[in-house]
């Protein structure tokens, strides 16, 4: 297992934030800094995204190869031809399953969603962990601030990586993850609102970190503030346009207000 020093990827020297017109300012700039602040204050209960701000789950294991992997199998099933064109190539797995269900009876989107969770599963040992992550989950934890995964992987792929960086303990039993229901992946907000629910807590006094315009969209719609982890310029300009008010481009500027 990894020790919380270990940093699985580069970290520029830069902390990027949006600002109020959408442009990108220096960490230095007060009014961004205290809103930062005012975020990691107010939350009682932290909602992290899983593949994008606890690890790159895909960084040993690509995304593309998964779909592909899976358009194979709907292709040896003799039903390729009832994907759309576009949706035979796209590189998000979460969209094929949501192209099954649109057009497949449930038993075979329940069997499309074993075999995307088995690839999860099979991409985890080369999952890399986000600079910063494990620390700031760890320091959360000894604060006593609640913490919950609300994704649309499998929650058992998250179970399994978070066990390989001795952070189950943080999070469990809260983990949600995605159910074989795919109306449910955000943006719809049920993964959060269960988390709520679960552990008592108002959506005013929560958290969220995601790093998709479908998680902005989500805690939206729950009532949860909002943080972005925008870990490149292209994911920075989606959270930006979905109207995401506050971005870090490094975990490292939330753990320094953490452990001050």
């Not at 099979?122 to 986000?130: I, L």
Request: proline content about 8%; aromatic content about 6%.
């Amino acid at each position: 297992m990894a020790s919380d020093t270990d940093q699985a990827e580069p970290v520029g020297g830069r902390i990027g934030w949006a600002g109020r017109a959408g442009q990108p300012e220096r960490a230095g700039g007060s009014e961004q800094s205290e809103r930062l602040r005012d975020l990691v204050a107010g939350a009682r209960l932290v909602l992290w995204d899983f593949d994008g701000p606890v690890c790159r789950l895909f960084a040993g294991y690509s995304a593309d190869r998964v779909a592909a992997a899976l358009v194979d199998w709907l292709e040896k099933a003799g039903l390729k031809e009832l994907l759309p064109p576009e949706e035979r190539d796209h590189p998000d797995p979460h969209v094929l399953l949501g192209a099954v269900h649109r057009s497949h009876p449930k038993g075979l989107v329940d069997e499309f969603e074993e075999r995307l969770t088995r690839e999860e599963l099979r991409a985890v040992p080369g999952a890399r962990p986000t600079a910063y992550a494990d620390p700031l989950i760890r320091a959360w934890a000894a604060l006593g601030v609640g913490l919950a995964i609300t994704t649309n992987n499998s929650p058992r792929a998250v179970r399994e990586y978070l066990a390989t960086r001795g952070l189950l303990g943080c999070f469990a039993p809260h983990i949600y993850g995605r159910t074989q229901d795919p109306h449910l992946l955000k943006p719809d907000p049920y993964c959060l609102d269960r988390a709520l629910d679960a552990m008592r807590v108002p959506p005013a006094k929560a958290l969220m970190i995601g790093d998709s315009p479908a998680d902005v969209a989500a805690a939206r719609k729950a009532g949860v503030p909002f943080l972005g982890y925008a870990r490149n310029d292209r994911k920075a300009e989606q959270l930006r346009a979905a109207g995401a008010p506050v971005l870090v481009d490094s975990l490292e500027a939330v753990l320094g207000v953490v452990r001050r």
